[in-house]
């Protein structure tokens, strides 16, 4: 079900602004991969080209292959919005839908992608909650609204409204920054547990959340403000955390950044 | 203990104040001198005293603050004191309006003035009543609303959703000049177009007309309505593989249904009102004629109008103008109220 990406020779841009340059890595399916790197440095954005949100930015455009199982995302014909059902993603900040009730929220994919059996609604509701460890706190209010949960629920109802549909891969924009310590460690156990059915990218500006929960870690940098973000390495996160092959990684993650 | 330790060191965080009363009875002073001095001085004008009053209200506060408890908390109280002047010379007409439409509405304000028109009477006599009236305007804005505001809605979601370019920019800058057109330019443009097809007045007429003044105002408001929904929510639903048609119609418009909502209704109130075209396009018509579609027919604002000018001072006539004012404005009351019921109704719900 989960499905490995391939990445080479990446470019993107806003308008005439490069944002990153040449990045080519692989991700291994049922695995979690950790970007880290400063900001600006263009993690977001990559991490949106995986999924084609990055062209939503008006003045977005890509050059380069992503291949998803060997099919390339930018290739013709592709339609950007199936490219999206395959690769879900969830958000630095909790966004449910205002106007649906947390039931709504987490069928809404389902429900407006029409693709659905009536009967089968309720239980694949039941099935992403309880994926997102959010069962046992929502269960008796289906019906209430989203917007009525606390962050970190609504953060997992994000994460039980993304994993509705089924997708191969799952995008993670620092789904825990907005979060306290508590509902941080309830995602990253939920993280631990989905990968054993989806390929999981996590960005995250957290390094010991990188050295929790990724197998692998890649480590972005830009050269200067202004000059487009780069992908320095990737490697097994033991590796990067302990003995990384390039200075600058070794120089960021042990605060002798800049 | 001695006596000597009671005394006090004076606070040097607290300053001399007037007491809590002081602004109401420099309030009451200031009004009984102005009453005073315009006694005094014959003048028999209401507004001359009122004035004075509000003059000395502001200098009386100035004077008596800055002595007692100096000038920076005398600055501060002048200018909560220009506030309450300002807010009172603001409220003035809008009472002064309300109180004397409904004081002279009421007085043939009834069922039977609700719903009978002006057939077999003539406009110096007494009876009558503006059922004619009421539908003609009904009818009329509804149909306007019905030709404007999906073309509004969809204007602006093209806008704000789609909108890129020149095209956009042309949009934009064409629904900001369709802003400023006078009603009575709207009605000669349509007006120009009947007599091209040697057509006689009818309601619908006008409705072209009053859809083109409220187009531009629904644009306006939706646009800013649906530039509030947060981005992050579209993203999300892109984000789910929905496409992006759907976002619009299941998440976009949902999220700001109430806001549009209430523009439509506040662009029905503002038509509500116009005379102009109507004069123009509709004739106003002293019987009842339930087809916008053919003949002369009369609106609310037109027969206010008629009853005013053709009158010639019968006093019935003048009762019935009033009424009528009344109801219109109870009208655009109910609509608004309505507005707001539709949009607290329909606003994303926060409850837990």
Redesign the interface.
Known sequence: MAKRIDVSGLTAYYGSHKAIEDISMTVEPRSVTAFIGPSGCGKSTFLRTL?R?HE?T?GGRVEGKVLLDDEDLYGQGIDP??????V??V?Q?P?P???MSIFDNVA??LR??GSYKKSELSDVVEKSLKGANLWNEVKDRLN??G??LSGGQQQRL?IA??IA?EPKVLLMDEPCSALDPISTLAIEDLIGELKERFTIVIVTHNMQQAARVSDRTAFFNLAAVGQPGKLIEIDETERIFSNPSVQATEDYISGRFG | MSTAITEKRPSTLRGASLPKWSPYAIAVGSVALGLGISAAAGLDSSIQWALMAGVLFVLGTYVISARVEGRRQAKDRVATALVWVAFLLAVIPLVSLVWSTVSRGVKVLDFYFLTHSMGLVADSEPGGGIYHAILGSLEQVGLATVIAAPIGVLTAIYLVEYGRGKLAKAVTFFVDVMTGIPSIVAGLFILSIMLMFDMQPFGFAGSLALAILMMPVVVRSSEEMLKLVPNELREASLALGIPKWRTILKVVIPTSIGGITTGIMLAVARIAGETAPVLLLVWGNSLINSNPFEGAQQSLPLYIYQQYANSAGAGAAYDRAWAASLTLIAFVMILNLVARGIARWKAPKTGR
């Open positions: 999924n949100m939503v008006s919005v199936s490219v999206r059902r395959e879900g993603m958000f900040r966004n839908f205002p106007t809404a994919g407006l992608n209430k609204p917007s009525g994000c409204r993304a549909v």
